[in-house]
């Protein structure tokens, strides 16, 4: 019998995976061998004709036993290496090993988290994760750390404003949710509030908001969002309180605890004071920045994170997760109540009674990767230790890099880096010359750098998330835009 034939995760499903394997590390191997660099060289058109040329007959009438290695070796080929030193334009991470290791298995197995009957070791640890997660993040709250408790509370018959009492903080048992990523998590935290409050609750952003958010309103039906200034590109304070004296009814503000563009942190305890004195639910998406927590050095940063009622947290951004991994912690469990669905043949009401855990409530998909399987395995083998000293690896890199930078008479620094991101540009060169020094390291597969506009003016953007990088691998970096910039 052709081992193509044998499925994943029976008998002899392992014996079958083995030299499929092989063959899948050394089609990755050559096929990045082929690349030669971060990026393929040629630009669309051309990635676009050797997939082409790899791919054929997509559906031949006869099956191509080859199939495996050639497009396996044509994807690497083609790939954006993100554990490449000079792939650093966007939140786009290395995984490592032991994560894509775990995500195999998980791919083998294939549990599907909707029923308990099709995921049961894979719900227990994925409600043993998520209670992990939204502990880490709620710890100074539940601890009455900061004063923080109740600050993101909505006025209303449904919620009480103020700080709460130690009764009813002892009460509440924050939760997460495993979700594709960011947006899937802005939104359902834009769900929960509108479930609880209304659908006249009223979004109020930063002008440095993830466009997620405001989109994420438009699809639920939700007035317009109010934007407040961003003038430092962080969220303004004294102007969100100024919006929220005028604004009726109830308010869901959304902070940000790592920028897409800049990587900045809004001021979490002063937005917090904010949203307690004017009665304002809590929102922060920190999908780039909460990872932070692993980091003794760095979690003061987020101070005030655990004033939100909700909280987003990409995995695999600072987590070095494959995609998706993403998460959705809430404060308080009842809000989920909003997420119940009743299936029948999934969570029939006499096998919930009688002791089978619902998973539908967990999600707004049915079928759904076990994707906590990944992420537990990371927690487990590297510890808070480990992930800690990767986040400070990445940070320490995103200052070195700033700091040559800063110190090179070819180039403008925009601000020292908060997090691992580092908006730089040619000195003297305009908006258009900086785009095109981007596009012409991208066409010809040397580097990927970012974009983006603050102040006005266009940057390049170098996101470090490799904690492997070296010192000469930044220096190159700076060298090679330099040698790509006009004269």
Not at 202 to 225: K, Q
Not at 410 to 433: C, K, N
């Amino acid at each position: 019998m052709s081992t193509l034939l044998f499925l994943a995760s029976e008998p002899e499903g392992p014996h079958a995976l083995r030299p499929l394997l092989d063959t899948v590390l050394d089609a990755l191997r050559d096929g990045g061998r082929a690349r030669g660099g971060p990026l393929p060289a040629g630009g669309p058109e051309a990635v676009a004709a050797r997939v082409r040329d790899a791919v054929g007959d997509v559906l031949p009438d006869e099956g191509d036993p080859d199939a495996l290695r050639a497009l396996v070796h044509a994807l690497a080929e083609g790939a954006a290496d993100p554990a490449h030193p000079l792939c650093a334009a966007h939140l786009h991470c290395p995984p490592l090993a032991i994560a894509t290791a775990a995500d195999l298995a998980a791919s083998a197995l294939n549990p599907s988290m909707d029923s308990w009957d099709q995921a049961p070791a894979a719900s227990e640890l994925e409600a043993l994760v998520t209670r992990e997660l939204a502990a880490e993040i709620y710890r100074g709250w539940l601890g009455g750390v900061g004063g923080a408790a109740g600050a993101g509370r909505l006025s209303g018959p449904s919620r009480p404003t103020g700080p709460a009492p130690a009764d009813a903080v002892a009460s509440l048992t924050p939760t997460a949710l495993i979700t594709t990523g960011g947006t899937e998590s802005n939104q359902l935290a834009l769900l929960l509030a509108r479930e609880a409050h209304g659908s006249n609750v009223r979004l109020v952003i930063g002008a440095n908001a993830h466009h997620s958010l405001p989109r994420a309103a438009w699809l639920l039906g939700l007035p317009d969002p109010v934007v407040v200034p961003a003038p430092a590109g962080t969220l303004d304070p004294a102007a969100l309180d100024e919006a929220l004296s005028t604004l009726p009814g109830p308010r869901l503000v959304a902070a940000t605890a790592g920028t897409t563009d800049a990587g900045l942190i809004d001021p979490l305890p002063e937005i917090a004071a904010v949203c307690r004195a004017r009665g304002a639910r809590l929102h922060i998406d920190a999908a780039y920045g909460g990872p932070l927590l692993f980091s003794h050095r760095h979690r003061a940063k987020l101070t005030g994170l655990a004033a939100a009622d909700t909280v987003t947290l990409d995995l695999h951004k600072l987590g070095w997760q494959p995609v998706a991994a993403g998460v959705l912690a809430v404060k308080d469990a009842r809000d989920l109540t909003a997420l119940h669905h009743r299936a029948d043949y999934l969570n029939a009401d006499d096998d919930t009674e009688a002791g089978l855990p619902d998973l539908l409530g967990r999600s707004l998909r049915t079928t759904r990767r076990p994707d906590v399987l990944k992420i537990a395995v990371t927690l487990k083998a590297l510890g808070r230790t480990g992930l800690g000293t990767l986040v400070d690896q990445v940070c320490d890199h995103a200052r070195e890099f700033a700091a040559l930078v800063q110190e090179h008479p070819g180039f403008e620094l925009y601000d020292a880096p908060t997090i691992s991101t580092v908006l730089f540009r040619p000195a003297g060169a305009g908006d258009a010359a900086v785009a095109a020094v981007r596009r012409k390291l991208l066409l010809d597969g040397r580097a990927v750098l970012g974009r983006a506009r603050l102040g006005g003016r266009l940057w390049l953007k170098a996101t470090l998330l490799n904690p492997a990088t070296r010192p000469g691998d930044l220096a190159g970096l700076l060298k090679l835009v330099e040698g790509t910039t006009p004269r």
